[in-house]
């Protein structure tokens, strides 16, 4: 299925020409009828000769419904844009194409009706000339009669070959469903309407409703007034929901996990002119207004009165709705009725920093019409692969940890910094066990400690929560060293013979010298209070292998001729790297004897 919407002034035969092609009634309502107005959306479809079906979306064409126009063409992949023989090009006529430019939209005939009023020659050079400048270029025209049929196979052929020219949208991209309609049927619930752009809406599928987001399951689902199992854009759906709340126009039925609320975009502005400070925004059938900020060049920052479901690359109308004054005087030029603006960032980092502005346009500028990950990482320095993939972007590298993506010189950075602050802290505090990995996190400004734990590599170890160069225990200040040599010089001697704390204070080594000495393993440490040489235990263990198995405390103090000071935390130490086993009855075996 292929959807089109029409385009034009009122009065240029848009809904005559629908109810020609399809033989079924645009202009639903009874009061329009009677008015001779299209207020609300039509929505009519035929079969084409190859068998495409295309639905019509018919949108009114007086001025006071633009808002309606746009909810129309916005989710639509082309435009049927009529200009009447006998009437020619007129100011709702560019009103409509400049909104058409705006969208985006580049797929289109143009269809110049009333021919049997008026040569159409005229109207089509005109309109021709009009078109060529915007976003839909060189369309195919027909010139019809609605009343004599003239020209309507000619335009049937071209609807055809336009729909087949039509790109055919990803049929898993995230669900994005603008409602356009909401009604309730007795007995079975909401009815929501719209275009369905791209992805795929399946019955029994959770979705999502906006603003709120509350969830509506989908109980079934029509296409063209025929009951589907799962519809697939670009099409005409009406869906029934259970759930979502009280459903109106603007809306949006959103696959859950797939979008955020956005209400602050970074977006390129489609006019090279200054913004006025407020815009309405329209994207699909949704209207808000929005703050504008020009950061520079054609940057701005929207800050949208309403969030609404936002992809990166998505193109917004801001209508200006002060511009019916006219062009503005003065040598600037004017910033025009209707303009598009691009989606680049749903995330924008805040502009507090001086300069920050200017920087961000500069960087923005330079993007690709729909920046990648590659740009919006570039961007954020680091950022949720979950926020880009709300955000709309697939194509997300690995992540440095967890969910976490990085830039790679930023990383890079990073790495070097950290490498950095490891050092001065311990240069500046010698004894310590290294920097805390909290205190790292707080000076890098990261957001997760698990990203120091990412960056410090294998240049760097982390031993109970703190990092310090890997595999190099920190060479010890002059005195500690000495205060060691000397102990060890005493010890050799007397191996069990562990200092007494009034003798490790005279030597200077207080716990954090002894804790340090003994993570550079030049010490055995016991307890706090109690060390020996490295190898003591070994020795020790030797020592109790001539015992008669098993043996008591006081029968190993005898043998390692120490005190019970020294004695029962090596036994301990003993135990616990499983030298020997403690017995029931408190007495001890070397393991692997007796
Ligand atoms: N003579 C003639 N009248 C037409 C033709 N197409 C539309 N009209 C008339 O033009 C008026 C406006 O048409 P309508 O389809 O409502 O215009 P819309 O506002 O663009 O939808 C109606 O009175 C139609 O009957 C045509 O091809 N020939
Ligand atoms: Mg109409």
């Not at 848009?14 to 929505?43: C, H, N, Q, Y």
């Not at 035929?46 to 949108?59: C, E, I, K, N, W």
């Not at 435009?79 to 006998?86: C, H, K, S």
């Not at 039925?253 to 329209?282: F, I, K, M, Y």
Request: hydrophobic share 50%.
């Amino acid at each position: 299925m292929q959807v089109i919407a029409t385009a034009g002034h009122v009065d240029h035969g848009k809904s005559t020409l629908v109810r020609a092609l399809t033989g079924m009634e645009p202009d639903r309502w009874a009061e329009e009828r009677r008015r001779g107005l299209t207020i609300g959306l039509g929505f009519c479809w035929m079969t084409l000769p190859s068998g495409q079906r295309l639905a019509f979306v018919d949108v009114p064409g007086h001025e006071r419904f633009v808002p309606n126009m746009l909810a129309g063409v916005g989710p639509a992949p082309a435009v049927l844009f009529t200009v009447a023989a006998d009437a020619g090009w007129m100011p709702q006529s560019e009103e409509h194409l400049a909104a058409v430019h705006a969208l985006g939209i580049s797929h289109g005939l143009l269809v110049v009706t009333r021919a049997d009023l008026a040569d159409p020659a005229g109207a089509l050079r005109q309109a021709r000339q009009r078109i060529a400048a915007t976003t839909l270029g060189d369309v195919e025209a027909v010139a019809v009669s609605a009343v004599t049929g003239a020209g309507l196979p000619d335009l049937i052929s071209a609807l055809d070959r336009l729909a087949g020219r039509l790109p055919s949208p990803d049929r898993d991209a995230p669900v994005r469903l603008w409602v356009d309609r909401a009604f309730s049927i007795k007995g079975s619930g909401t009815v929501v309407t719209g275009t369905l752009a791209a992805g795929t809406i399946r019955e029994r599928q959770e979705l999502l409703l906006t603003p709120a987001l509350a969830a509506a399951r989908v109980r079934g689902i029509e296409s063209l007034k025929e009951r589907a199992g799962a519809v697939t854009g670009v099409a005409r759906v009406a869906v029934n929901l259970r759930g979502g709340a009280a459903p109106a126009r603007g809306m949006a039925l959103v696959e859950p996990g797939r979008w955020a609320l956005a209400s602050v975009a970074d977006v390129r502005l489609g006019a090279a002119a200054d913004p006025p400070r407020q815009l309405t925004v329209h994207i699909g059938a949704a209207r808000t207004v929005a703050r504008v900020r020009l950061l520079g060049g054609r940057i701005a920052r929207l800050t949208l009165r309403d969030a609404l479901p936002l992809h990166v690359g998505d193109r917004l109308l801001l209508r200006d709705p002060g511009s019916a004054a006219g062009p503005a005087a003065g040598p600037d030029p004017a910033w025009p009725p209707v303009a598009g603006a691009t989606v680049l960032d749903l995330a924008p980092p805040g502009l507090a920093r001086r300069g920050a502005a200017a920087a961000a346009a500069a960087e923005l500028s330079g993007w690709p019409p729909v920046p990648g990950a590659a740009e919006l990482i570039r961007r954020h320095r680091l950022i949720q692969a979950g926020t880009l993939r709300a955000m709309g972007v697939t194509d997300l590298p690995a992540p440095v940890s967890g969910d976490w993506l990085a830039d790679p010189a930023y990383w890079a950075e990073l790495g070097g910094r950290l490498a950095s602050l490891v050092s001065a802290h311990l240069a500046a505090a010698p004894l310590s066990a290294g920097l805390p990995v909290e205190a790292a996190r707080a000076r890098l400004g990261l957001p997760a400690r698990q990203l120091v734990e990412a960056l410090a590599g294998p240049a760097l170890e982390m031993r109970g929560g703190s990092l310090r160069p890997a595999g190099r225990p920190a060479p010890l200040p002059d005195q500690v060293q000495a205060a060691v040599a000397a102990l060890r010089g005493e010890l050799a001697r007397q191996p069990f013979a562990a200092p007494e704390a009034a003798r490790l204070r005279e030597l200077g080594l207080d716990t954090k010298a002894v804790a340090a000495a003994a993570r550079a393993g030049l010490l055995l440490r016991l307890t706090e209070q109690v060390v020996l040489a490295p190898g003591a235990d070994q020795e020790a263990a030797r020592i109790l292998a001539q015992l008669p198995q098993p043996f008591t405390a006081a029968q190993a103090r005898q043998v390692l001729g120490t005190t019970r000071r020294v004695a029962i935390p090596l036994l301990e130490y003993l135990d616990r790297s499983g030298a020997t086993r403690r017995l029931p009855d408190d007495r001890r075996m070397l393991n692997g004897a007796g």
